[in-house]
């Protein structure tokens, strides 16, 4: 009997080990979630940001009811643009031959390395 008894010595620890190894990765599994959950939440933020901005020009086109607005307006709104938290963010404003204005927020956060052109926020208006 001590010879069976010689053979188990040392399992149940191993067994141990391999259900705290079992238990390891699927606490890194979870931290990789809350990770990516947190990404997703600071990405949806920053688009919700550059609609805000975007219709905050908009509203401007609407008081003047003319989607041509003054040098001075569009500068501020850049300014705004740049200190709105968006990382690395830009504002244009580009108005065609038929009045149509297209409104762009570009930025760039700094936990992602793809592109800004990835994260962009296009409006057009046009006021009859």
Known sequence: MTARLQKQKGAMLLEALLSILIFSFGILGLVGLQVVATQ???????????????????????????????????SQWQAKVVNSGLGNAIGQVEVDANGIATITVQWKPPFEKESAANNRYVTKIAID
Do not use: F, P
């Open 40 to 74: 997703s939440s600071v990405s949806a933020e920053n688009r919700t940001v550059a609609a805000l901005l975007a219709n905050d020009l908009v509203s401007q086109m609407w008081i003047h009811k003319k989607t041509g607005i003054d040098a001075n307006e569009i």
